[in-house]
């Protein structure tokens, strides 16, 4: 079977440190049902604590979330123009990027996490009924 050089030069290997496992993926060294189940978090938030998790996760409703979304977006234009202005001005790139930097940290403090305000419009659910069984 010819092989082609970048095979040969690079093998493949399918996932030899097993980062993309799946839960059905089973570890042989473990004779436990409940411990061969290779378990990989679904994000970084899984290894957080409790409470840091649900301050950082929040609650963000619709509406809030679209006008976070356009204010971001205004916030980040006026951002780049006057970390542009002053730096043509003093003619140094290190003090753009400290003022996009300071600026851009800010906006992160102010929206990531999950601050009262972006919650100021919670969605209202109707009350669940009960089904009536028809005979």
């Not at 978090?41 to 356009?70: H, N, V």
Request: aromatic share 12%; charged share 15%; with cysteine.
């Amino acid at each position: 079977m010819w092989t082609t050089w970048s095979t040969w030069k690079y093998p493949r290997h399918p996932d030899p440190l097993h980062l993309h496992a799946r839960p059905h993926d089973v570890n042989a060294t473990n004779s436990n049902d409940d411990d061969n189940i290779a378990h990989h978090p679904a994000s970084a938030m899984e290894y957080l604590p409790e409470p840091a998790r649900k301050f950082l996760e929040g609650g963000i409703d619709p509406y809030s979330q679209q006008q976070l979304e356009w204010y971001s977006t205004l916030y980040l234009c006026v951002l780049v123009l006057v970390a542009f202005g002053v730096s043509f001005a003093t003619k140094s790139v290190a003090v753009a990027l400290q003022i996009f930097a300071v600026g851009f940290i800010a906006l992160l403090v102010a929206t990531v996490p999950g601050w009262p305000y972006l919650n100021s419009h919670p969605i209202k659910f109707l009350k669940v009924r009960k089904s009536v069984a028809k005979a």
